[in-house]
């Protein structure tokens, strides 16, 4: 189990987008589990929002990236996992705030809808926020 890693999964609208992203981390010398896909070739993103899930579940990585053309539906796929908490993100100030209020695990980016730099922003605040806890705790155990 490394369970500090992050871990990338992206369909082929989020494939360009999860690479720029993995060369970023990279660059910072972080460690990056690539679940896929690996190509621009069509799939279906339940798969690979399952993927996720099944890497948050399991413990394989301890925070994760997703990517596909809206955010959407790999989000709503990787939250149907217990353990997975996916924040669809389109600024820095979604993505702080849903680490601070809903200690989200996933950061959820839509490839069509924002650009590189904007997707760079909310990567870097979703890993550099902590989560607040007191009250958002109490919320958080009733979901
Ligand atoms: C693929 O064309 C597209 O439907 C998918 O990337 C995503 O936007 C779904 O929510």
Do not use: W
């Given at each position: 189990?490394?369970?500090?890693?992050?871990?990338f999964a992206a369909?082929?609208?989020g494939?360009?987008l999860k690479?720029?992203l993995?060369?970023?981390?990279?660059?910072?010398?972080?460690?990056?589990?690539?679940?896929?896909?690996?190509?621009?070739?069509?799939?279906?993103?339940?798969?690979?929002?399952?993927?996720?899930?099944?890497?948050?579940?399991?413990?394989?990585?301890?925070?994760?990236v997703l990517v596909c053309?809206?955010g959407?539906?790999i989000?709503?796929?990787?939250?149907?996992?217990?353990?997975?908490?996916?924040?669809?993100?389109?600024?820095?100030?979604?993505?702080?705030?849903?680490?601070?209020?809903?200690?989200?695990?996933?950061?959820a980016l839509g490839a069509?809808?924002?650009?590189?730099?904007?997707?760079?922003?909310?990567?870097?605040?979703?890993?550099?926020?902590?989560?607040?806890?007191?009250?958002?705790?109490?919320?958080?155990?009733?979901?």
């Amino acid at each position: 189990m490394s369970g500090n890693k992050i871990a990338f999964a992206a369909d082929h609208a989020g494939y360009e987008l999860k690479c720029q992203l993995i060369r970023a981390l990279n660059d910072q010398g972080h460690e990056v589990l690539d679940l896929g896909c690996d190509s621009t070739d069509s799939v279906d993103y339940p798969d690979l929002g399952h993927l996720m899930g099944e890497a948050i579940d399991n413990g394989d990585a301890g925070m994760g990236v997703l990517v596909c053309g809206t955010g959407i539906g790999i989000s709503i796929a990787a939250n149907r996992h217990k353990s997975v908490r996916a924040a669809l993100c389109t600024s820095s100030l979604m993505a702080r705030l849903s680490r601070q209020h809903n200690d989200a695990n996933v950061l959820a980016l839509g490839a069509r809808i924002i650009g590189v730099e904007t997707a760079l922003d909310c990567l870097q605040t979703f890993m550099n926020t902590a989560f607040e806890g007191g009250r958002h705790q109490r919320r958080l155990e009733k979901i």
